[in-house]
């Protein structure tokens, strides 16, 4: 059964703290994972993938995430976090033969 | 950047009657999502939509859910009857490939 785990529901910092967002997931084969970030009432807005080659990506904003094929694993950073960056971030994980399926949610929040 | 959009944004709609939830994606995309969001909570996947055929589904695309595009049209997703635990946020996406762009969501309340 393919699983994408978000196990942070809630990370809490101060504006310009580095921020890790974790993703799990369990995925056999070639996969494709991104990021998308949710502001309250919106819809998913694309923050980055990684499909293959170097396994740390850059993505909008100021993020970056890395691939960990030994850890299972696709976290997401940003080095210094503005009050804008909070929302809800999403994993997703798409494999050959199935639709990208997301993680639970991380509620990022940024204090002033 | 392209923009996927749909229609309306809120329903509010009694439960037994039928709903379309109208969605216009991105115009040479060709892969089309339904995913299910309630209370901003985890974004759980209906469907997926290719070349006139639902691809894959999961246990939530009830028999009651039905998803078409007819010639290029809006993709659509109804549901007939509705329930109560179908008051949700629906979004919907589409893809090239592997990217995905969403919609703004469709806020569907039933009463």
């Known amino acids: 059964t393919q699983t994408v785990s978000q196990s942070d529901a809630h990370v809490t910092v101060f504006e310009g703290d580095s921020v890790e967002l974790r993703c799990n997931y369990s995925y056999g084969g070639s996969i494709y994972l991104s990021w998308y970030i949710q502001h309250h009432g919106r819809g998913l807005q694309f923050l980055l993938k990684?499909?293959?080659?170097?396994?740390v990506v850059q993505g909008v904003n100021g993020f970056e995430a890395e691939f960990s094929k030994s850890d299972s694993s696709f976290h997401l950073r940003k080095a210094s976090v503005h009050w804008s960056d909070s929302a809800v971030y999403f994993c997703a994980v798409k494999d050959n033969n199935n639709a990208p399926r997301f993680g639970a949610g991380t509620k990022l929040t940024v204090k002033p | 950047g392209p923009k996927v959009l749909q229609i309306p944004s809120h329903q509010i709609i009694d439960m037994g009657q039928m709903v379309t939830l109208n969605c216009d994606p991105v115009s040479n995309h060709l892969y089309f999502y339904w995913y299910k969001q309630i209370l901003g909570q985890q974004m759980e996947f209906l469907v997926n939509?290719?070349?006139?055929?639902?691809?894959?589904k999961s246990k939530l695309f009830k028999d009651q859910f039905s998803v078409e595009r007819p010639d290029g049209s809006y993709f659509t997703l109804k549901i007939q009857p509705t329930a109560l635990e179908d008051s949700a946020v629906y979004f919907c996406a589409s893809s090239l490939k592997y990217e995905q762009y969403f919609g703004p969501g469709t806020r569907l309340t039933v009463l």
């Open positions: 990684y499909y293959s080659g170097n396994p």
């Open positions: 939509f290719y070349n006139g055929k639902v691809m894959e």
